[in-house]
């Protein structure tokens, strides 16, 4: 039986500023900020990836999972908006940095903010990630571009700039919880027992059409937009699967609650893995770091190809960015 939180329609108005949310518009200009649940079936399935540029997605291994519940679409900043205004959370990005953990920076230098991907102005070095992420003070869940840009006509855009810490806040709220990556990648390949490099199937536009948002042309400085977005797509813009979830290739990349460790499929247990019992990343051994799936807006085959299938991602707990967003699981009881 579903929780009554999770079975409760809420309404938020279409207006969200920094000052908060008000459900205070007219009936016509409310916006509904329940999530579905898709029941996702038990089953086993061949997990992982034999492509070589993902070493840490191998050895593929059978895994066998009971079913639970998906949220069918990531969640999105009007039931964000809903949880905030129900608990006043306060997100990681809207929280001054803790000098602690900045030995030997000026107090004044430690300000609240987020990554923000800022397109250059002419072809850079792919080598060089810092020509397209800047760190602007002010950047949050509700102002995704920095200050001046809201989440006024963006209400059924995934939430970005949410940390670890914050996606399961909301989770605990919503009385779920944040998706295993063995379950986030079973639903995503819904049933599919052939390898294929994209979940949906072998060609990246069957059909000549785009099914997921994912970035074309010459990256970092010439998105074509061809799938029609140029940033974050509103959730339901593309296809569902055929077990009706959606936005699980591209968009905005994905919280798991499995810590990351490149060498964890070696010992992954068949059974329902929940995944190792701490962090280790030897490329930033000091770091914590959760799994991340599903690639984002950002993803492009020239640079970033982990929207392909079986590939992984990774995250510090504590950082963000406004391509990294969430979607919750529940179990069946």
């Given at each position: 039986m579903a929780s009554p939180r999770f079975l409760l329609v809420l309404s938020v108005g279409l207006l969200l500023t920094a000052s908060g949310c008000t459900n205070e518009q007219p009936a016509a200009q409310q916006v509904a900020v329940a999530i579905n649940m898709v029941l996702v079936p038990g089953g086993t399935y061949l997990m992982g990836s034999k492509d070589p540029r993902f070493a840490d997605a191998s050895p593929t291994h059978a895994v066998t999972l009971k079913p639970f519940y998906l949220d069918e679409h990531e969640v999105t900043n009007a039931a964000f908006a809903a949880f905030v205004g129900a608990t006043q959370y306060v997100t990681v990005a809207e929280r001054p940095p803790n000098p602690k953990?900045?030995?030997?920076?000026?107090?004044s230098q430690l300000v609240a903010g987020s990554a923000v991907f800022a397109k250059p102005s002419r072809p850079v070095s792919l080598a060089e990630p810092a020509q397209w992420w800047q760190y602007v003070a002010g950047a949050n869940w509700r102002h995704p571009l920095g200050p001046g840009s809201s989440l006024?006509?963006?209400?059924?855009?995934?939430?970005?700039?949410?940390?670890?810490?914050?996606?399961?806040?909301?989770?605990?709220?919503?009385?779920?919880?944040?998706?295993?990556?063995?379950?986030?990648?079973?639903?995503?390949?819904?049933g599919k027992r052939a390898a294929s490099p994209y979940y949906w199937g072998n060609e990246l536009t069957p059909h000549g059409k785009w099914l997921a948002n994912i970035f074309e042309g010459d990256f970092p400085a010439g998105n074509t937009r061809a799938d029609g977005f140029e940033g974050v797509a509103p959730v339901k813009s593309f296809p569902p699967n055929p077990w009706g979830l959606y936005d699980l290739e591209g968009n905005v990349w994905e919280w798991c609650s499995d810590y990351y460790r490149p060498d964890y499929y070696q010992v992954s247990p068949p059974d329902n893995p929940q995944g190792p019992a701490d962090s280790y990343d030897p490329e930033e051994p000091g770091l914590v770091k959760r799994v991340q799936r599903g690639g984002s807006f950002l993803c492009s085959d020239q640079y970033c190809v982990r929207y392909q299938a079986g590939s992984r991602g990774k995250g510090e707990v504590k950082s963000a960015a406004n391509n990294l967003g969430f979607r919750c699981a529940k179990d069946v009881k």
């Amino acid at each position: 039986m579903a929780s009554p939180r999770f079975l409760l329609v809420l309404s938020v108005g279409l207006l969200l500023t920094a000052s908060g949310c008000t459900n205070e518009q007219p009936a016509a200009q409310q916006v509904a900020v329940a999530i579905n649940m898709v029941l996702v079936p038990g089953g086993t399935y061949l997990m992982g990836s034999k492509d070589p540029r993902f070493a840490d997605a191998s050895p593929t291994h059978a895994v066998t999972l009971k079913p639970f519940y998906l949220d069918e679409h990531e969640v999105t900043n009007a039931a964000f908006a809903a949880f905030v205004g129900a608990t006043q959370y306060v997100t990681v990005a809207e929280r001054p940095p803790n000098p602690k953990d900045f030995p030997g920076v000026p107090t004044s230098q430690l300000v609240a903010g987020s990554a923000v991907f800022a397109k250059p102005s002419r072809p850079v070095s792919l080598a060089e990630p810092a020509q397209w992420w800047q760190y602007v003070a002010g950047a949050n869940w509700r102002h995704p571009l920095g200050p001046g840009s809201s989440l006024a006509g963006h209400e059924q855009d995934p939430v970005v700039h949410v940390c670890y810490e914050d996606a399961q806040a909301y989770a605990q709220w919503a009385g779920k919880r944040l998706p295993t990556e063995a379950e986030w990648e079973f639903a995503a390949r819904a049933g599919k027992r052939a390898a294929s490099p994209y979940y949906w199937g072998n060609e990246l536009t069957p059909h000549g059409k785009w099914l997921a948002n994912i970035f074309e042309g010459d990256f970092p400085a010439g998105n074509t937009r061809a799938d029609g977005f140029e940033g974050v797509a509103p959730v339901k813009s593309f296809p569902p699967n055929p077990w009706g979830l959606y936005d699980l290739e591209g968009n905005v990349w994905e919280w798991c609650s499995d810590y990351y460790r490149p060498d964890y499929y070696q010992v992954s247990p068949p059974d329902n893995p929940q995944g190792p019992a701490d962090s280790y990343d030897p490329e930033e051994p000091g770091l914590v770091k959760r799994v991340q799936r599903g690639g984002s807006f950002l993803c492009s085959d020239q640079y970033c190809v982990r929207y392909q299938a079986g590939s992984r991602g990774k995250g510090e707990v504590k950082s963000a960015a406004n391509n990294l967003g969430f979607r919750c699981a529940k179990d069946v009881k």
